[in-house]
């Protein structure tokens, strides 16, 4: 279970405190998939980042199965990711020099995790990417980018996935696959968050959290 | 020998050793410039990899090697070219005297035969490869100092 406690985020410049997120109250539990929907700059990603410890709050504490992450420092925050949680980034974050393969097996390698090269063509079966395994980034689509960045993700078998704008640049018949993807891995008993624009998703996701100028509505 | 000319002589060997000092640390900020720029092109790269939980040691340690294995390739590689040709010159020697033929008082040979001193050479590789790795310090500080999400938005 994650929970947010008066968490809030204030991003300061010479003229301006710009509140980013501001959130008294918010919980997320296991098995489900939630949507965080709202304009750009209501705070979705920045809320993503806060959960999966890439960003610390201002205020506040987060609370993920009972730990308080607030308090980690950055290599403990880095241990924490690494046994609790999997990211989907909006742009895919994929390595370019890397084919794809390489690019997941890297995660493995610096995880010492080599044993688990196997489940590497597992995942590229299951989401229907196998013979893209020994090309480059710059040689799939965006759908498929996107699908490796998903497997990238699942590879450490992290039981809570974020994803910042897993569909921003896909057509719509890829946004429903990949959200269809996501609602699959919930039903192992994950929880699955994704910040999107894409109101598809209130087809696939159990729950919508509303957000405008960084509070929930 | 002449007070003036021992002088002349001790006055040369201090200009050369600032030259050489001069040199050195313009060749060393350039490598370690070199490097620092590689080495930033790819916070993103290692803010992906702190993003999937690798530990921050693991990142560092991953930087230092490459910082070391940059420094001793290059050194192979400059050692290779270089001694050929010190060898080639020192067969040959380097004929400066069209350079002095209206100076009849200059009494130093003027065909110049350059060596490589091995204890010279390895001091200075030496240095080179210290000053490598506290190069790579710098991008490891930035690491472990700021908040994942910001080595994610680099560009």
Redo the contacts between chains.
């Keep these: 279970m994650i929970e947010l406690r008066n968490i809030s985020k204030i991003y300061k410049t010479a003229n301006y405190k710009i509140i980013a997120v501001s959130i008294e109250n918010l919980n997320f539990f296991y098995s489900k998939f939630y949507a965080i929907v709202g304009p750009s700059g209501s705070g979705k990603s920045t809320l993503l980042?806060l959960i999966?410890?890439?960003?610390?709050p201002d205020n506040g504490v987060i609370i993920v199965n009972n730990k308080n992450i607030t308090e980690l420092k950055?290599?403990e925050?880095?241990?924490?990711?690494?046994?609790n949680?999997?990211?989907i980034?909006q742009k895919d974050?994929l390595?370019e020099e890397l084919t794809i393969v390489e690019n997941l097996r890297?995660?493995l390698d610096?995880?010492d995790k080599s044993e688990n090269y196997k489940m590497i063509t597992t995942l590229l079966e299951d989401f229907k990417i196998l013979a893209a395994a020994d090309k480059f980034p710059n040689e799939l689509s965006g759908g498929e980018r996107q699908r490796i960045s998903i497997i990238?993700a699942l590879i450490?078998q992290p039981k809570i996935i974020i994803a910042d704008e897993p569909t921003a640049n896909l057509d719509s018949e890829n946004a429903k696959y990949i959200f269809q993807l996501l609602k699959n891995i919930v039903k192992d008993n994950s929880l699955v968050i994704a910040a999107t624009h894409d109101l598809i998703i209130k087809n696939y996701c159990d729950e919508i959290i509303n957000l405008k100028d960084g509070k929930i509505i | 020998m002449l007070p003036d000319v021992l002088k002349l002589i001790e006055l040369n060997n201090i200009a050369m050793f600032v030259v050489l000092i001069i040199f050195y640390i313009v060749i060393f900020i350039s490598a370690a410039n070199i490097l620092l720029i590689s080495l930033y092109e790819k916070l993103k790269i290692f803010g992906i990899f702190i993003a999937f939980g690798i530990s921050y040691i693991k990142v560092a340690a991953y930087i230092f090697i490459e910082a070391f294995l940059i420094g001793v390739i290059s050194i192979i590689l400059g050692f290779s070219a270089a001694y050929p040709i010190v060898k080639y010159s020192y067969y040959k020697g380097i004929d400066f005297s069209k350079f002095f033929e209206y100076n009849p008082y200059f009494m130093l040979d003027m065909i110049i035969r350059p060596e490589l001193p091995i204890n010279e050479i390895a001091q200075s590789y030496f240095l080179l490869l210290v000053i490598l790795l506290l190069a790579a310090a710098i991008p490891i500080k930035k690491l472990m100092t700021v908040n994942t999400i910001e080595l994610l938005r680099e560009p």
């Design positions: 980042h999966a410890g890439l960003d610390r950055n290599d925050l880095s241990k924490f990711r690494n046994e949680i999997g990211i980034f974050n390595i890297i995660i610096l995880n990238r450490l």
